[in-house]
Structure formats: structure tokens, C-alpha cells
């Protein structure tokens, strides 16, 4: 519900720009990672540790593996829960009434609750922590109250709820090593590509590590329960893993039908990352108590010894995994590109199976359909195109220097289906154009009609070279259409497109006789 009355809001103004969304998903992330410095200053640690903390939390909270979520506007519910989370942590700890936090920490809930499925699991990582940090008066008229509120919330939220029927069924009769190692593999989703050819194995010893020290750090912390300052200082970090364990546990329960790898997806890592924050906290917070108390240099030198073992162990995977998933964002994001082209272009060209291919697999209906209602109502920006004549559309030369490509091939096969490939770049924005439209002129100087896309991209290592950019990385294009889409005698051209504008850019070499 809280997603959609946010992408109503952003439609107030009669414009609608999912970038708007995509800075949200940034915000979110920024306001998350100033919760965290507030929880670690809370912590008792000193000035080096919450620095180094919060050095290796923000690298966390802003890693790359979050790719598919990154680039989609759809992704920002994503980062409410924690952003939730963290907020209500905070709140609890000031001097402020009982009263205020428990109004503050329900109104986060619930936002929670009706934000993501897994939203649920703040009523019982918020409030309650607050019986663990500080003493409460009528402390159990204040545990009623909540549980009051959260099965009031909790019936609203499952009113007249039906599982849709293409989800697998929840909690079905796998085997208990299957859930196991979805949730491992969720739990270590973060460092995933550390190991690209085994993908699998590196999240599962990832996940492993953190759950190991996760675990020894609660032992050690049991030892000290009756320390109420102690305790006090770690019990937020606690919520904040048992928000990454809750969260695998019903991820595994609704798709382990899908097989254990599915715990792999991108999407997955936003809500496992914060076991590894609370871990790094827990760590600091421990390794501080017991340097306290050792006085010798040498029980000092080893304990910062396996810090910095433990930090290199985390950093080192951390930066090949960052630079794999740099691949799979640029990747994704010249598959977006190419599916924001065919949008722009399905008024006038059948686009449909590529829409299919890039965006919504099984049916291209709801995409066109949608695009072609938001735009009657202006809130598409840019506009769909309404022609196919590229004369009622800007257009330039791709000259090399706004654009640059060309045509290298075309061939027809015998299938009487047509094949062109070649590269484009658009060099004013550093990056691939969206796609590459095909246009054809008959009679000659009657204008260009455009008559297909290109449906697919290719890597281009010699391009990067050229252009000293890994950003042009995916700039080779190639397109498939039949012969039947341009008249007989027609001269063929090809144009590079930026969708953002919209405007095209005549590649080089590409007035072509045609092949028939």
C-alpha cells in the first residue's frame, strides 16, 4: 500500500519520472546509513571504531550486489523496511517518554507492514527492544498495548488475502538441507559473485562466517546478560540480524519451491546485508570490552590482529565481487535500456517480443497497455512516439561527437529474415545508445519510414578500448527482421537512439541498397 500511494504522490504534479524513485531508493539508503551512526555512537565505542564501523557499513548499506534494484524504480520499497527498522532503534534510545516511542514505533511498523510482507517482522524487532536497553514502568500493560496493535495490524494487512496462484506453494515438503542452504545462500547473497564460476559455494561460506560469528558473539554476550549497560548497548544490533535471519526464514518458507538458488537473486541482498553490519557492531563492541580489560601489548597486538584478519577477509571478496557486479549492473542496465526503447517505439513498431524479452516475460499486453494510458494522461516523459516518420523526430548525424557507429554487416538468410549488426555509442552521455531503429526510404528522398529495432546488444571490448570507458562495454547492437518489413527497392538506414530526449543519431555508413 505505502509504495503505491508514494507513486501516486510522485504523478501529483502531472509529471511522472521514475528516476524520482531511483533517487528515493538513494535517500533511503543514505537516512539508513545515519541510523547506524547513531546506534554506533550509542555503542560506547570509541571514536576509531565507530569510524572504521561505519566505513565498512556504508560500504555495505551502498554495495553494488543490490544491482537489480539499484536501476528499477519499482525497487524503492526495497529499503523501507530497514530504513524502518533502524528509525525505531534510534528512537528508543533518547530520553523521551514511553509514550512518544511507542506511537513512534508504531506508526513505523505499520508503515513496514504495508510496505513489504516481510514488513511484519518489526513488531517484534522495534518496541520490544526497548524492554532490553531501559527500565519500563507498567511494563507489561505497555507489552499488551502491543500486541494489541500488532494482531489489529496484522488482521488488516491479511484481510482478504489470496496467494497468487503462480507463487509455489509456501513451506512445501523439501528437505530440511534444502532450507538450510536457502538460507545460507541468502544470508551470504551479498558476496555472491566473489566466486563467479560457483556462485552457490561462495554465499553459502559466506553465509556461513557471518552466522558463526553472529553466534559466538550471542554466546559471549549470554555471559554478560545481567549487565543492563551491556546489554543496552548491544541489543539494536541483535534486531538488526534477527531482521536478515527473519527475512531468509520467510523467504525460504515462500521459495525454496523454487530451488535453493533462487536465495541468489539480487534483490535479496538489500535485506541480508544488515546480519553483516550488526556482526561488524557486535565484533567491535566485544573486541573493545576485552582490550579493555587485557592490559598487556601482546593480548592487544593479537586482538587488532584478528581484526584486521577478519576486516581483509571481508574487504578482499567484498572488492571482486564489487567489480563482478558492476558487469551484471551494466548488463542489466543496457537490458533496461533496450526495454525502455521498445516501449517508446510500440505505438509505431511491433516491439512486443522484445518488450517480452526484456521486460515482462510472459505477456507484452499490460506493458503497452499501461504505457499507452499513462501517456494519454501526460504523465509519460518522454512521450510515446505516435509516428514512424523519423523527419516528426529529432535527429542528428552520428558524427562523433554527440554520437557515434556504425552498420558492419547485413545479411539475409534463407528464411528471408534479415540480420544487421554493428555498434553505437552516444558520446555526449558516456554510454550506449537505448537501441538501434532501422528505417528505409522508397522512393528515394520520400523521408525515412522506420520499419524495425534492434533486438539485442552485444559486448564490445574494442569500443571500450577506443572510447577509454567500461561504461560502452555492451555498445554492439544487432537486429533481426523480416524482409517483408521494408518495400522492395527501399535503401535502408540506421539510427542510434536516446530514448531520454528522444532523439536519433544516423549512423555511419549506413545508407544502404537494399538486399532484395
Not at 524503492?76 to 512518544?100: C, E, R
Not at 537490458?335 to 515482462?360: C, G, M, N, Q, W
Not at 570507458?469 to 537486429?479: E, H, N, P, R
Request: with cysteine.
Amino acid at each position: 500500500m505505502l509504495p503505491k500511494l508514494v507513486f501516486i504522490l510522485s504523478a501529483a504534479n502531472g509529471r511522472w519520472d521514475v528516476r524520482d524513485q531511483m533517487m528515493l531508493s538513494v535517500v533511503c539508503c543514505w537516512l539508513t546509513a545515519a541510523g547506524i551512526f547513531l546506534l554506533l555512537r550509542r555503542s560506547g565505542l570509541q571514536p576509531g571504531g565507530i569510524a572504521v564501523c561505519f566505513w565498512l557499513s556504508v560500504l555495505t548499506i551502498f554495495f553494488t550486489a543490490q544491482y537489480e534494484l539499484w536501476i528499477f524504480a519499482s525497487g524503492f520499497p526495497s529499503f523501507f523496511p530497514a530504513l524502518f527498522l533502524v528509525t525505531s532503534l534510534v528512537v528508543i534510545g533518547p530520553d523521551i517518554s514511553t509514550v512518544w516511542k511507542f506511537v513512534l514505533c508504531g506508526v513505523l511498523a505499520i508503515a513496514s507492514s504495508f510496505t513489504l510482507p516481510h514488513g511484519l517482522l518489526a513488531w517484534g524487532l522495534t518496541f520490544p527492544v526497548l524492554f532490553l536497553v531501559a527500565p519500563v514502568r507498567r511494563r507489561w500493560w505497555w507489552v499488551t498495548a502491543w500486541a494489541a496493535l500488532c494482531v489489529l495490524c496484522s488482521a488488516v494487512y491479511f484481510w482478504g488475502y489470496q496467494k497468487p496462484a503462480y507463487l509455489p506453494a509456501f513451506a512445501p515438503a523439501v528437505s530440511a538441507m534444502d532450507y538450510v542452504r536457502f538460507i545460507l545462500e541468502f544470508l551470504g547473497g551479498a558476496l555472491t559473485y566473489a566466486g563467479k564460476d560457483r556462485p552457490e559455494l561462495s554465499a553459502t561460506i559466506f553465509g556461513s562466517a557471518q552466522c558463526l560469528l553472529f553466534f559466538a558473539a550471542f554466546l559471549y554476550c549470554i555471559r554478560r546478560v545481567r549487565d543492563r549497560a551491556f546489554v543496552a548497548k548491544t541489543a539494536p544490533w541483535f534486531a538488526l540480524a534477527l531482521y536478515s535471519f527473519g527475512s531468509a526464514f520467510l523467504a525460504a518458507l515462500g521459495r525454496v519451491g523454487y530451488g535453493a538458488h533462487y536465495a541468489l537473486a539480487s534483490r535479496y541482498v538489500t535485506f541480508s546485508l544488515y546480519l553483516m553490519i550488526a556482526v561488524i557492531a557486535l565484533v567491535a563492541i566485544i573486541v573493545q570490552e576485552i582490550a579493555n580489560r587485557r592490559q598487556s601489548i601482546r593480548a592487544r597486538v593479537w586482538i587488532y590482529g584478528i581484526c584486521a584478519v577478519l576486516m581483509a577477509a571481508y574487504l578482499v571478496p567484498y572488492k571482486v565481487c564489487s567489480a563482478n557486479s558492476t558487469f551484471f549492473l551494466r548488463a542489466l542496465s543496457a537490458k533496461d535500456r533496450l526495454a525502455h526503447a521498445a516501449v517508446l517505439f510500440s505505438p509505431v513498431l511491433d516491439t512486443a517480443e522484445i518488450i517480452k524479452k526484456t521486460a515482462y516475460p510472459n505477456d507484452a499486453r499490460p506493458v503497452t497497455e499501461g504505457a499507452d494510458a499513462l501517456d494519454r494522461l501526460k504523465l509519460l516523459r518522454p512521450p510515446l512516439l505516435r509516428t514512424n516518420r523519423l523527419e516528426a523526430i529529432p535527429h542528428d548525424l552520428a558524427d562523433g561527437k554527440d554520437a557515434s557507429g556504425a552498420c558492419e554487416t547485413i545479411a539475409l538468410n534463407d528464411s528471408q529474415v534479415v540480420r544487421a549488426r554493428g555498434w553505437a555509442v552516444l558520446n555526449a552521455k558516456g554510454r550506449p545508445p537505448d537501441s538501434v531503429v532501422i528505417a528505409y526510404e522508397n522512393p528515394p528522398g520520400g523521408g525515412w519510414v522506420a520499419c524495425a529495432m534492434s533486438d539485442s546488444f552485444e559486448m564490445r571490448a574494442e569500443i571500450v578500448k577506443r572510447f577509454h570507458s567500461m561504461d560502452q562495454l555492451w555498445s554492439g547492437w544487432s537486429a533481426t527482421f523480416p524482409l517483408t518489413a521494408f518495400p522492395a527497392g527501399a535503401k535502408l538506414s540506421f539510427w542510434a537512439v536516446d530514448a531520454d530526449e528522444p532523439k536519433l543519431y544516423r549512423l555511419k555508413d549506413n545508407a544502404m541498397p537494399t538486399i532484395r
